[in-house]
């Protein structure tokens, strides 16, 4: 055994031992080996940065084994492999994500104890990789653990961006946004691949020759830039199987002009490079909102290219030609981000490898499924046809002849209706200006279409793809989202776990079906004593960080009400803020009642450009300000901003939560993930029937969550009856009340016009309906007062959330997507 202090590993630990070794002596010496080997350091110089990096390499070895393993397993036998592409993997860190699925995170612990290292501290050393925005980015990663766990052979392809998403800083109340560059201090976890680098073309021109009596096309970029490799590997539970998630890197093809240097223009001779490289500089803070600029739609052709290329060399590797490919790929588009690939894989099977027409066209429609993630128009991708013709001429000339084949085929089968042709064609005309609809070509060119969860699936029926559903009835189909249970339970909460662990058994690690035992427990006193026991631990874990972070001291005995996701009216956190007032107004009036005491956590990021949403963060602090400082509501009420919302601050909100807000105007949010973690953890939900809400409501059971409001079809119709929001706001004497008092400036009183414009634009417009659910959602509201003063059916309640949201793993989902859309086997449960 390895003394604390000891500089290297001693000698006589076998090299086999410290490299593939679980034991607490093992783990040790490689720790000590990583420290001294690889990182260069001393022990008594070490920082913990250092032991941060020194450990994750050793976990990264034990990783590896896997990795090649499974590697070979998936090469010799000959199995179809998935491509999840996404623009997005919103990963968050990765120490205790490998520890727990390889079980080593307690040996782990205790090695390092041995050296005077807590790894606990050494957690929080790690920069999450924010290379996402919001629930779809987050979701590519579960997806990629799931797939993993399930020995699905997968491969994500992304962008390994530069900077991640942007860190918040909030002051005065107001969202500041600051680059976060992940890297600066390296990656332990990937992989440098420089030798798997392609060429990515861009602009230029087509030229057609004839070859065999038949027009062949050759695209001649202007502009060439390199994708480059970097590895991952992502491993699942137990350490099983592991597969890998490739990001692609751009590097210019010539580092700089020599001739322009030599000549003194020292900047200019690097103009190209920055322009090649600026693609994987930065992630578009766009969450549901579409990003509408040129670098933008280059990313998306660049990782889509690169990956094309990419796995159409390693199936000629294997096979003569092309023409199986969808036998041994399936490529998932997440969302309409990387859609363009469809086009690109004409290009290969068609202009480079000479295939006919319908061949590839039939291969390709095979090969792809494609995943919607939103039905907000504004957030539907489409782009001008002018900058699709110059950045990509014959992608253009292949989207023409694509639309041209389907709408004759349309109307061969007897289609005329205008407005229907219109609706399916590729290509929207319009405001002066051609656009080409990515929704409708990633529709077009897949053989399974998904929504991610039942209500959204159905709205995507009705809505956006009426006409094509109907031209194509069996290609849309439901795949609800899910999360996975180690990051989100396992790793998070590991004081539930032990709970659970205790009470079911551990078989509940590896199948969550086992949490429907705990419902015969709910309403057991001993039970749910030990789990307010942790859950109030957790929460007073939660308050040392609201209190680092903001100043703010909460009560850990206090309700803890959280509202955490991507700041968007949509998702209306400005109806919690009018409820928070419209609640502190009350309370004001009669301070002497039995109030059920509340913590309000907002945390979540506004996009850059949205001003709206960066007003709604600003008014949260005002809100906060005025109701923290205002003694009457002492000990009753409190309203916490908590910024910089990401995975880890996630993993530590979550176990603490005792109310989940998702009051999204119902027909918006597609599925929402946040709702499914919340719910795991124990958090009762106060929603609207919005997205997965729905099927969280469908399994808790109507007693176990709080809904209220409009429902979709009710949100169309009002939309339809055109009435009016002030009309709403006259007949409901607290709203306006609250609306008063945000418009006239009593939370603003340094500029009492701050909140004017926005107050007008709910009472003239509300498209968001906030003050049509308003009255509503306060008396769900004082429901979940009175449950919460019963702490004994508050704790059921709770019970009954863990126990019957097991159907939300996203094992679960990834075995539907694995069954339904890839035809690949997944492996059985243990
Ligand atoms: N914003 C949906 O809005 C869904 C995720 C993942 C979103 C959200 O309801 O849970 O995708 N959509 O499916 C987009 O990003 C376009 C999201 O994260």
Redesign the pocket.
């Known amino acids: 055994t390895q003394q604390p202090g000891a500089a290297l590993p001693a000698a006589a630990q076998p090299d086999d031992d410290l490299r593939t070794g679980n034991s607490v002596e093992a783990l040790r010496g490689a720790v000590m080996a990583k420290l001294a080997y690889a990182v260069g350091k001393v022990q008594a110089d070490a920082s913990d940065r250092d032991w941060f990096l020194a450990t994750a390499l050793a976990v990264r070895d034990r990783v590896v084994q896997g990795w090649q393993r499974s590697y070979h397993t998936t090469n010799t036998g000959g199995t179809k492999r998935v491509y999840y592409m996404s623009l997005e993997f919103l990963i968050g860190r990765l120490m205790f994500d490998a520890l727990t699925n390889l079980g080593l995170t307690d040996t782990m612990r205790e090695a390092l104890s041995g050296l005077g290292v807590d790894l606990d501290k050494l957690r929080e050393v790690e920069p999450d990789a924010a290379l996402g925005?919001?629930?779809?980015g987050r979701?590519a990663a579960c997806f990629m653990e799931s797939m993993a766990t399930l020995a699905v052979p997968a491969y994500g392809y992304g962008i390994r961006y530069e900077n991640g998403l942007f860190r918040q800083v909030v002051k005065d109340g107001w969202q500041q946004e600051y680059p976060e560059n992940w890297l600066s201090f390296g990656n332990p976890w990937e992989f440098a691949r420089p030798e798997i680098a392609y060429d990515i073309g861009f602009g230029g021109h087509v030229e057609t020759h004839q070859v065999d009596g038949a027009p062949r096309y050759e695209w001649f970029p202007s502009e060439t830039v390199e994708a480059v490799a970097y590895d991952t590997p992502v491993v699942g539970w137990r350490g099983h199987h592991v597969n890998t998630l490739r990001l692609w890197s751009a590097r210019a093809g010539d580092p700089l002009r020599l001739d322009a240097f030599n000549e003194g223009d020292h900047v200019g001779a690097m103009a190209d490079r920055v322009k090649a490289e600026a693609i994987s500089k930065v992630l578009y803070p766009s969450?549901?909102t579409p990003a509408g600029q040129e670098l933008r739609l280059r990313q998306e052709y660049f990782f889509a290219a690169a990956s094309l290329q990419d796995l159409v060399r390693r199936h000629l590797k294997k096979y003569p030609d092309l023409s199986n490919l969808a036998d041994q790929a399936a490529i998932q588009l997440n969302?309409t981000h990387p859609a363009i690939a469809v086009v690109e894989l004409m290009r290969l099977l068609v202009d480079l490898h000479g295939m006919a027409w319908d061949d590839a066209w039939r291969i390709t429609q095979a090969t792809f499924g494609y995943t919607n993630?939103?039905l907000l128009p504004e957030?539907l991708e489409t782009w001008p046809v002018p900058l699709m013709e110059r950045m990509l001429p014959r992608h253009m000339q292949i989207i023409y002849l694509v639309n041209a084949l389907h709408l004759d085929k349309l109307r061969a089968e007897g289609h005329s209706d205008v407005d229907v042709m219109r609706s399916v064609s590729i290509i929207a005309e319009g405001w002066g200006q051609q656009r080409v609809k990515m929704g409708t070509l990633a529709f077009i060119g897949s053989h399974r279409i998904n929504g991610?969860s039942a209500l959204h699936t159905d709205l995507m029926r009705q809505t956006v793809f009426r006409d094509l559903n109907a031209i194509y009835p069996d290609r849309i189909n439901n795949k609800t989202?899910g999360i996975t249970f180690r990051r989100w339970l396992m790793e998070a909460n590991p004081a539930l776990t032990a709970i659970l662990v205790d009470v079911l058994g551990k078989a509940v690690l590896d199948d969550p079906s086992h949490l429907e035992k705990l419902a015969q427990h709910a309403g057991d006193p001993a039970l749910q004593a030990r789990l307010k026991a942790a859950k109030r631990d957790n929460k007073a874990t939660l308050g040392g960080i609201i209190a680092a972070r903001t100043g703010i001291q909460v009560d850990p005995d206090a309700m803890f009400d959280i509202q955490i996701k991507?700041i968007h009216e949509y998702k209306r956190q400005h109806l919690n803020l009018l409820e928070t007032i419209a609640l502190y107004n009350a309370i004001r009036a009669e301070p002497w009642r039995d109030w059920a005491p509340r913590v309000k956590v907002f945390a979540g990021k506004a996009a850059a450009s949205y001003h709206t949403a960066k007003l709604i963060i600003k008014l949260a602090n005002d809100v906060a300000r005025v109701v923290n400082d205002d003694p009457t509501v002492r000990g009753k009420l409190k309203v916490v901003f908590l910024p910089n919302y990401n995975v880890s601050l996630a993993e530590r909100i979550i176990p603490a939560a005792d109310l989940s807000e998702q009051i999204s105007t119902a027909g918006m949010?597609?599925?929402?993930?946040g709702n499914m973690k919340l719910a795991l953890n124990g958090a009762l939900t106060i929603g609207t029937l919005d997205?997965a809400n729905v099927e969280i409501k469908e399994r808790v059971g109507d007693d176990n969550i709080f809904i209220f409001g409009l429902t979709a079809e009710e949100v169309a119709a009002r939309h339809r009856s055109g009435l009016s929001a002030r009309e709403t706001i006259a007949n409901s004497p607290r709203l306006a009340e609250v609306m008063e008092a945000v418009s006239s400036g009593v939370f603003s009183p340094d500029d009492t016009d701050r909140y004017r414009d926005f107050a007008n634009a709910l009472r003239d417009h509300d498209h968001f309906l906030v003050t049509a659910d308003f009255d509503d959602y306060y008396a769900a509201q004082r429901r979940v007062d009175a449950l919460w003063r019963d702490q004994a059916a508050w704790w059921r309640a709770s019970i009954m959330n863990t126990a019957r949201v097991g159907w939300f793993s996203s094992d679960r989902t990834i075995g539907e997507y694995a069954r339904d859309i890839w035809d690949v086997p997944v492996r059985a449960a243990e």
Do not use: K, Q
């Not at 949010?669 to 993930?673: I, K, N, P, R, V």
């Open positions: 925005n919001g629930g779809l979701l969450d549901a969302d993630h939103t957030a991610v989202n991507r949010e597609a599925s929402g993930t997205g």
